[in-house]
């Protein structure tokens, strides 16, 4: 799987796939690897660097950057090295690997030599990264996004597993026609971060990015 | 490999790491396999994220190990004797209820566990853990409405859930045992003490099973010896297969 350049059609959200979110950036530099060889200090990279890693599409959904996605969530320069922090959405995303590979090309391109792409786990990704232009971006292609983490996702502390089999109702509005009288058909959709539904009035099935 | 002569905390890293990889490698055999498109969708998804959490755990158990060897080499290149899962993820996927058994068994224990090892002062563990509890909350779920859908089903699904469950239930004993070990490094507040885990997965597995119309076996067996490198017959098998590529192929690459 390679990232295409360039935003594809809409309609590509059929194999649309892990969307590696990127929390907003928290401004505070991590510490290197111990051993990596310091050459200077990290400071934030030139609005244009960290633009075009922002601007590398997940590989499944390339409409939307890593950066939409909550993705990215560090682009540093430390002399002539540039070190970018990435993180997954979920510990099994196999787009880890293509989003790496295309943050290594795309900078490449523009002369960078020395690159380093880490994959940071703390605090781990969350859907409520994924920013508004993202959320916006995934309704156009058909995909419901993520309501707020705080409502829908099992908490980690009280929660047990749930004792009812009847479909969660009117989780999501219709990413077609709106209507919020739709049905859960399965937790796990096309990949482990997006569910299975159907709307009721419509009658079409649709994918929802699930709250994370 | 002994546990004399590695550090506490790698052993650890590859009790966790090879749990789920073990699990992970039995899901997958069902892909293109499950009853349904939906279900074959899910247990591929479950067996993706458990192997994400392996690949995770056993890069650090090998980093800590500090001899070179990488996720890879951990994965591939260990005999039976020195994977350190738990008897439980190794048992034969059996028919779907025995499968979907296993899962409701070692999901809401993995659940629990990183709930609790959230708080570890290892910040890897500690990391691991906080990505791999949200992901283990579908599973656990999972597991209880296919629990409670065949139980509460037909005659035949019934029998069959309570066969599958039969079949699991003393494996689950080995989940909650201390060694020295994991006793020490808990102590240190770095692992979680299973028996600690112990009444949150009664509560939580109880009430899908009494929900389920199933019965909780009555059996005093519980089999032990998986982290300590003690398997079962099945893990030998299983590996044959898992490890055939790399092994017959050494360094070979996509």
Known sequence: MTAVPGVPAPGDEASSSELCLAVAASSEVRDAVAGAPEAGEAVAASPELRDAVAAVPDPEIPALGIADLGILREVRTRGERVEVD?????????????????????????????????????????????????????????IAPPGPVSR??????EWRPGLSLLPLRNLVACPHCGSSD???????SSTAC???????????PFEHFKAH | MTAAVVPALAVYALRLGDDCLVLSQRLSEWTARAP???????????ALDLLGQARLLLSYAGEVEG??????????????????????????????GQTIARQLLFS????????????????TLSAIAARSVKEAAYHCDHAAKWTLRL???TEESHRRMQAGLDAMWPFAAELFERDPLVGDLAGRGVAVDPPRLRPAWDAAVLAVVSEATLAVPDTAWAPTGGRSGLHTEALGHMLAEMQHLHRSHPGARW
């Open chain 1, 86 to 142: 990435i993180t997954p959405t979920y510990s099994g995303c196999p787009a880890m690997e293509a989003i790496r590979a295309d943050i290594v090309a795309t900078l490449r391109r523009r002369g960078v030599a020395d690159i380093e792409v880490r994959t940071v786990l703390s605090p781990p990704w969350s859907t409520d990264s994924i920013s508004e232009a993202g959320r916006r971006k995934l309704l156009d292609l058909g």
């Open chain 2, 151 to 153: 139980g509460d089903g």
């Open chain 1, 182 to 188: 739709t049905d859960e058909v399965s937790r796990f």
């Open chain 2, 108 to 123: 809401t224990y993995q659940h629990q566990l990183w709930r609790v090892l959230c708080g570890s002062i290892d910040p």
């Open chain 2, 36 to 46: 349904e498109l939906e279900e074959d969708v899910a247990l591929t998804n479950i």
């Open chain 1, 194 to 204: 997006k569910s299975l539904h159907r709307c009721r009035s419509c009658g079409e």
């Open chain 1, 152 to 157: 829908l996702v099992p908490e980690h502390g």
């Open chain 2, 67 to 96: 001899r070179g060897r990488d996720e890879d080499a951990l994965a591939f290149r260990r005999d039976e004797r020195e994977f350190l899962n738990c008897q439980l993820v190794e048992q034969l996927s059996g028919d779907f």
